[in-house]
């Protein structure tokens, strides 16, 4: 058997065209603003497709390239003038930051409702307690690739290899709400491929090139590849997933990488932007309303 290629680019596109039909309705164009610190090589690049992106589809967007030795304060700093602008509808803080930054705070100190990453704990909770907030990139991306190709969660046993908060562990949270069977695994699983081999729906999430194998997968399992790992080619550093490419000997349908994942979680990061100015603009007549006796 060969596996089914379920490819990023028309589910990604799929996903723009709906956003962009709900740019009309809106009194303003969004504005998504993402901030980077430093010049890691990956992470400007990510940095410079989301602002392209942004621009196809019709956002407004703004890059502040911070130098390496910004501080926290002044980041948090940033974070507040934006936070407080009806202008910015959308605030990014590219990760990993630099050592001398906590995550945490940078990420609490985002408005919730401009939080388009779905980072903040605010969002977090909201995820699992499935009331409306803005859910994290990939993993949002993830379920829309599932829908796009017509693969339905229900009732299927779903198991997750990696624990992330960006990834693992808030994909659990939709898929239970898809009415998936979820089982997270990680690096303390005893005997990983008699887990994962239960898998109806097998989604990989760990950052290590190739650790699924054919042996660890059910025939006719639907395997999902999260992982972006850098490996060395003869002549260039290519992208490989976490997947082994013999797994599609087995697998009924896989995502590629490059082009399967990665491209949904852009395209769900500028759905999210736009979701993002939807709420505040309920948000600005709500309080309006409220402030009118
Ligand atoms: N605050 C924050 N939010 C993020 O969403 C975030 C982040 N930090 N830090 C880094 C990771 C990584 N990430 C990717 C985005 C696009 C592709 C993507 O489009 N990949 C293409 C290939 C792109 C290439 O060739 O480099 C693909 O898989 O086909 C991958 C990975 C977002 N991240």
């Known amino acids: 058997m060969s596996a089914r290629e379920l490819r990023g680019g028309p589910a990604a596109d799929a996903l723009l065209a709906d956003a962009r039909t709900r740019l009309s309705d809106l009194s303003a164009t969004p504005h998504l603003h993402v901030i980077r610190l430093g010049e890691d090589p990956a992470s400007v690049s990510y940095v410079r497709l989301k602002d392209k992106k942004a621009r196809e589809i019709g956002l407004h967007s703004t890059v502040h390239a911070l130098g390496e030795e910004t501080s926290e304060e002044a980041l948090l ?3 507040g003038t934006l936070n407080h602008d009806e202008h910015a509808h959308g605030i990014l803080v590219q990760l990993p930051l630099p050592r001398h930054v906590s995550t945490e705070p940078v ?3 985002i408005d919730p409702f401009k939080d388009v990453d779905g980072f903040h704990p605010s969002n977090v909770g909201s995820l699992w307690s499935g009331l409306p907030g803005l859910p994290p ?15 339905s969660a229900a009732g299927r046993r779903a198991v997750i290899v990696g624990r992330s908060n960006i990834v693992g562990k808030p994909l659990a949270a939709l898929l239970l709400r898809a009415d998936a069977t979820v089982t997270i695994a990680h690096s303390r699983t005893p005997d990983l491929a008699q887990v994962t081999r239960q898998a109806d729906l097998l989604f990989a999430a760990v950052g290590r090139a190739g650790l699924i194998t054919p042996e660890m997968v059910q025939e006719g399992a639907v395997v999902v590849d999260v992982g972006i790992n850098r490996v060395r ?11 082994h490419p013999d797994v599609a000997t087995v697998a009924s349908a896989m995502t590629p ?9 852009v395209a769900q990061l500028l759905a999210n932007t736009v979701r993002a100015a939807e709420l505040q603009h309920y948000q600005r007549h709500a309080a309006l309303r409220q402030a009118t006796p």
């Open 257 to 265: 990488v490059p082009g399967g994942v990665g491209p949904l979680t």
């Open 137 to 151: 990139c990939t993993p949002a991306g993830v379920m829309a690739m599932l829908a796009h190709y017509g693969i």
């Open 107 to 109: 990420i609490a100190a």
């Open 233 to 243: 080619g003869p002549e260039r550093d290519r992208l490989v997933g976490d997947v």
């Open 77 to 79: 700093e940033l974070i």
